[in-house]
């Protein structure tokens, strides 16, 4: 069984939202997952926003959700870690670094293009590289920071949209984005489930 974690800022929007469509949607098509949200910035027991919650129930979800801030047990828990942007997973990764290797944005996860796959490869290399090096006070290479540079242009937009404090079809347009990249994530986890004999 999968358990996949997804994390936003304050956990009251894009997050729960994801992790109740997930839920719902697996269940649908016999995935087995186990399904949690968390929030970079969160207080822990806050309600979901209303328009979240009301977008919800239009989908005939129910689930009484409140935000979690994000911990290392969290971290420890989740076999994948799914971002719903850039940022969020920047965050992940520097305050738990032992989190590298199952943690993407969702959007980044679900992407099938070679192409691009092979530029977020490149591209994690290169920030890895110059962390390290900032780390350790030396001097970036101008070629490798222009190559950071020409690879961020080239890739395609993998953050979802914050509809907080947004109006009711804010929040839709984030839900039908949330919705889309759930269906490939479950495309993928269907086909390397293994099959019963």
Same mark, same amino acid.
């Given at each position: ?14 997050? /729960? ?68 942007? %850039? ?9 738990? /670094? ?47 920071? @222009? ?9 395609? %937009?993998?953050?979802?949209?914050? /509809?907080? %404090? ?23 986890? @269907? ?7």
């Amino acid at each position: 069984m999968h358990r996949i974690l997804f994390v936003c800022t304050g956990n009251t929007c894009r997050s /729960p939202m994801a992790e109740a469509f997930m839920r719902k949607l697996a269940q649908e098509r016999g995935i087995p997952v186990e399904v949690r949200s968390a929030g970079v910035a969160a207080v822990d027991g806050m309600s979901v926003s209303r328009h979240a919650e009301a977008v919800l129930k239009d989908h005939q979800i129910y689930d009484r959700l409140t935000s979690s801030s994000l911990t290392r047990d969290t971290i420890d828990w989740a076999d994948l870690v799914l971002t719903l942007t %850039g940022s969020h997973k920047q965050h992940v990764l520097s305050r738990f /670094p032992i989190a590298a290797g199952k943690v993407y944005t969702l959007k980044e996860y679900v992407e099938n293009d070679t192409h691009v796959l092979s530029d977020l490869e490149e591209l994690d290399s290169l920030y890895a590289s110059l962390e390290i090096r900032r780390a350790l006070g030396e001097e970036i290479d101008s070629a490798e920071y @222009e190559r950071l540079i020409e690879i961020q242009q080239r890739i395609p %937009g993998f953050d979802i949209v914050d /509809p907080y %404090g947004g109006s009711r079809d804010d929040y839709e347009v984030a839900a039908a984005d949330i919705r889309a990249a759930l269906d490939k994530l479950l495309d993928k986890l @269907e086909a390397y489930r293994p099959r019963e004999s």
